[in-house]
């Protein structure tokens, strides 16, 4: 009876060893780095070194006219330096566009400083105020200034900018009471000096010839010139003095004041 016990348990535990010897065992773990490595390096083939060197290519970038962008041209007015001005090929399709008009000239002269512009303007357009303001400042000689400045009060009665110019060049020449008068007559006008008009046409000279919108609009407002302003000024120290000059042509002393107990 033992006998067949002892053969039945033995038979039980061979038939439990095959079982778990031929039980399917789980896979091993692969470590991260076993799993980055490539198939060609687990079979035992690795790449041969020094690697080749690779073409790398950037994209290209269309540069602005004249080879300046936006943040050259801030640095550029940062420091003080000019400003790209276009050559006369450049502002030729906005002329055209704008079918050669008097604020087309005067902004090509501007972007360019090609007097040749402003020669036509003065052919074509005598009579215009803007033609007559910037040929006034423009002028190289007292008298072309004079003949301007008269042109300017003539096509621009209401505007106080003619006489208030015309009241300086008078006082450079000593004659004292026709600057009276200017000043007399702009002082109930009003004020056009023709900013606004110069700083969109400008904008508009550069754009047609490739500049983006705030390339223009930085170039058009940076460059435009105020020569009135140190002439308001003038026009005011010269009325000081001559405020001082009718002071000191007066009695010097004031005349004595009675006293009181008398």
Known sequence: MRSKLAVAVAATLITLGLVVYKRPRPAK???????????????GVAPRLPAPGLSVSSPAVEPSPEGLSRTDLIARLLDGQELPKLSPEQVQPFLEKNHRSVESLLAAFHATDDRTFLQEAMATYPSDPRLNYVAWFRSQSPEERRQWLDAFKQSAPDNAVANYLSARDY????????????????????????????????????????????????????????????????VSVSLVDLA???????????????????
């Open 29 to 43: 773990p692969v470590s991260a780095s076993e799993q980055s490595s490539s198939p060609s390096t687990r079979h």
């Open 171 to 234: 006082f450079k020449s000593g004659q004292n009471d026709q600057a009276v008068q200017e000043v007399q007559a702009a002082a109930t006008k009003p004020i056009q000096d023709y900013s606004l008009d110069f700083v969109q046409n400008g904008e508009e000279a550069y754009r047609a010839a490739g500049y983006s919108d705030a390339e223009a609009k930085m170039i058009a407002t940076s460059t435009l010139l105020l020569p009135q302003l140190a002439e308001y000024k003038q």
């Open 244 to 262: 001082n000059t009718y002071r000191q042509s007066g009695t010097r002393h004031p005349p004595k004041r009675p006293c009181r107990w008398r």
